[in-house]
């Protein structure tokens, strides 16, 4: 507790010394106080400005008052606190430009934009008003002698008015620049649930840069036709996760259902006093539903606009995820077609280049590719054979063994398939050049058509190799039998570092029974 000699004399309202009085530590002891840095060389204007704002209120906080003597003591202040709102800043301390050197640090070394600063100086023709207004970024110039109270109570009024704005602004500005790096992380999500809950998480993350947070959210989804499904949650609904909206009644008010109901058929928002309740229709008829509570009312009800440019982008990136699900399944289903049509040309059954893809899938996840290039790699695989529509069918269907030359004609299917691929730009349409060149390849440099060996080979050349001959192996074709699960292993322990990468035969060895199911699951 500081003690010191003050009275106000309000005819001229300037400060003398009195009697002792004890100055209350209130304001230090409050909760998320504004903070306050004195900086003067005398004690005296420490304990005048301590006992002046003692009883000082904004927006129902109290100040903090932070006492340096020096430069170095300031310094170290900045060093240990934040959020210092205002610097109450003397000129001439350990020299006459002491405080003026003080207001660079804070603004070009510390960079500091947001602290308000007040030069209060007792001896002005040193540090003159106009020049020192012109040439420093401070906010305020005061001379000491006509620095009353009631001039102290306005400055750090109007100071504490600024910095709040720009806090304010500051704290907006963060959450736009959240927005736009959560859409780079939306855009790459293609998977419902991960974008719900990369949205759910976002809208979070905006919230604490308010210093708020969401108790409970859900995001529910809606195809034209299927009912609505609860995709991601957080608090008291994540035991909700995956369930149908249905069963959502009995955990959500009443009147909550009744603002759902409310704007459901055309879509629209409602802000409550901490929820917010908002019903997104996109351009391709999906209905998504995003809840929250908990919310500060007062912080939510300054956000709106945040909010509703999160939950707008949030609506377009829905009809991205639902065009990009449709550029992709046409791809597949285009991609699956054409691998059918060839395969049954050599009397194969369909469900070859279905296995084989699925095959190919477990095979890269367990071999540690990553989930988005396992599933390039299950969309691309099925042309593998796509060359083959180059050769003749007589010789696809042989039942006998080829000659020579027939199988010199059949090993062009390789290259003729990668001639066919080769010439688009998409991301599938390489990949399945890629496998329809390289899936006859061998780990040893006897495969063909470039005699490439080991990791020369492409990481999806290698696998598609594996599930190629296991299926091949596994089922009847016109040309052998179905070979027992026993011959089919024995064989790739036998060409294991031969034919095939001997990481993926253990793979293949290891997890046969996964593999079994796919053949069970599209069999012949």
């Not at 806090?167 to 859409?183: R, W």
Request: glycine share 4%.
């Amino acid at each position: 507790m500081i003690k010191s000699k003050l009275k106000t004399i309000n005819d001229s309202e300037e400060l003398i010394f009195s009697d002792e009085i004890n100055v209350s530590e209130e304001a230090k002891n409050l909760n998320n106080p504004w903070k306050i840095l004195v900086v003067d060389d005398e004690e005296d204007v420490h304990k005048i400005t301590e006992l002046a704002l003692s009883d000082y209120t904004f927006e129902n906080r109290k100040v903090q008052l932070f006492n340096a003597l020096s430069s170095p003591q300031a310094k170290k202040i900045f060093e240990d606190e934040d959020d210092i709102a205002i610097v109450l800043l003397d000129v001439v301390m350990e020299q006459d430009n002491t405080g003026l050197k003080f207001v660079d640090y804070i603004r070009s070394e510390l960079n500091n934009k947001m602290v308000r600063i007040v030069i209060r100086t007792g001896q002005p023709g040193k540090a003159p008003e106009h020049e020192i207004i012109s040439k420093y970024d401070i906010n305020d110039y005061k001379s000491k002698t006509r620095f009353t109270v009631q001039k102290l109570f306005t400055t750090v009024t109007s100071c504490l008015r600024a910095y709040n704005n720009l806090k304010f602004i500051k704290k907006n500005q963060d959450g736009l620049e959240l927005i736009v790096k959560s859409n780079k992380t939306l855009i790459g999500n293609n998977q419902l649930s991960i974008f719900a809950r990369t949205a759910l998480e976002t809208l979070d993350k905006i919230f604490e840069i308010f210093d708020t947070s969401m108790d409970s959210s859900f995001y529910a989804v809606a195809s034209p036709s299927k009912d609505l499904k609860i995709i991601a949650c957080t608090g008291k609904f994540v035991r909700f996760t995956n369930s149908s909206f249905k069963n959502f009644d009995e955990l959500v008010a009443l009147n909550i259902i009744d603002h759902i109901n409310n704007i459901y058929k055309k879509g629209g928002e409602v802000f409550l006093k901490n929820e917010y309740i908002g019903v997104l229709k996109t351009n391709e008829d999906f209905t998504s539903i995003i809840y929250f509570s908990g919310v500060d009312s007062k912080l939510f009800h300054l956000n709106k606009d945040l909010i509703k440019l999160y939950i707008n982008n949030i609506a377009t990136h829905i009809d991205n995820i639902v065009l990009t699900r449709e550029v992709v399944n046409t791809q597949k289903e285009v991609i699956m077609t054409l691998g059918e049509l060839v395969e049954t040309r050599s009397k194969e059954t369909a469900n070859h280049v279905a296995r084989v893809a699925e095959i190919c899938y477990v095979l890269a996840l367990k071999y540690g590719i990553c989930r988005e290039e396992a599933e390039l790699l299950r969309m691309a695989v099925p042309m593998h054979d796509v060359g083959k529509i180059g050769i003749p069918e007589v010789i696809l269907n042989k039942t006998g063994n080829l000659t020579k030359n027939e199988f010199l004609l059949v090993q062009t299917h390789a290259q003729t398939g990668f001639d066919i691929l080769k010439n688009s730009e998409k991301k599938i349409m390489e990949t399945a050049a890629l496998i329809a060149l390289q899936h006859h390849e061998k780990w040893d440099g006897t495969g063909y058509p470039n005699n490439l060996t080991e990791e020369n080979i492409h990481i999806f050349g290698r696998i598609a190799a594996v599930a190629d001959v296991f299926d091949a192996l596994s089922h009847k074709r016109c040309y052998k039998k179905k070979w027992g699960i026993k011959q089919v292993l024995d064989l790739f322990q036998s060409e294991s570092g031969k034919h095939f990468d001997p990481e993926l035969v253990k793979i293949l060895l290891a997890s046969i029974d996964e593999f079994q199911e796919i053949n069970r699951l599209l069999p012949d």
